[in-house]
């Protein structure tokens, strides 16, 4: 089925042309979002990008200054936040201390004076597997297991958005690892939308279906994961999800679709993305992984782009990879991530290198972007 353009047709959830201002500061500017139905979406950027602020529009917590907030074709702008069919699980839980966990999450069952309320209970406790702790307070439970109580009183509404700020922000590294795979599951099982807002590039990444990356209150770029990691569209972007070696460089021919760049006197072959132009300057983006580094005159990934002349200046072991940092002879020092498998030597520090890569894996950014 086509997707349609009118707000009717879209099942899912809606943001046009949506500003928010606080007084003269543009915090959410003019955004277009769609949600799909049924999706894992996660809204990445760095603190103060306008993530919570966007959140909290959908929610019902703030009011859009202008634009519209459709769900499944409803115009739910200026609804009430009760009135609407989505729920909020926050970073700091916010479960009631003196109820125990079943009751905490009976708790909107019984204020909506629903029927069959222990079931329903029974069920959610068992799909956040805390069947066993239904007695307990609050304060007994873990970090995780308190997530996840909050999880069970949002989902028990059977909202058709939910909505997760930060939801694995207090817990610590291992346990948010384990939590982002339960929540993943947990979406899967219930069919429901999420959004997630996250800084985390590595938690979006693992856990969206689709990622809308942030930046100074509008959306930079948006896809799969996978896409937006191998395909950036701005030097933020790039940068954000994980490192990227940003190369300074003038376009100097075209053809169907690759366009060659002269990197400080060194012809290299890129894909061409956008509309690049003889003597356009711009940056080669490669990521450190998709770097071959070999000796000189090694020529490892032939035909791809070889450039010649790096010396070692930093080697860190780590065990599964070695990482490298390689001064090209325009002074500028590269990123190289290698898999440790045992066939390839280790290079030292102040060994003769040259770097490699296949074309396809890497991308020209423009140049009126900042690189850092
Ligand atoms: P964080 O990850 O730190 O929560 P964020 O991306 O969620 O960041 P928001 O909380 O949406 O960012 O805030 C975006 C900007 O809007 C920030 O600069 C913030 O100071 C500002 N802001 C948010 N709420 C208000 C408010 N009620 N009054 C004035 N400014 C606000």
Redesign the pocket.
Known sequence: VAADAGAGSFDGLRLRDVTKS??S?T?VDDLDLDVPKGSFFALL??????????LRMVAGLETPTSGTITLAGQDITHARPYRRPVNTVFQNYALFPHLDIYENVAFGLRRRKKADVEKQVDEMLELVELGSQARKKPAQLSGGQQQRVALARALINKPEVLLLD?PLGALDLKLRRSMQIELKRIQTDVGLTFIH?T?DQEEAMTMADTVAV?NKGVIEQMGAPAELYENPASTFVANFLGQSNLIDGTVRGRAADVVTVDMHGIGVSVPAGRSHTDGDRGWVGIRPEKVLIGEEGEALDAPGNTIPGGVVTDVSFFGVSTQYLVRMPWGQELQVFEQNTGRRRIFRQGDKVELSWRPEYSFLLDHNQDAT
Do not use: L
């Open positions: 606080f007084a500061f915090a950027g760095p603190s103060g990008c306008g993530k919570t602020t966007t930060e807002v800084h942030m």
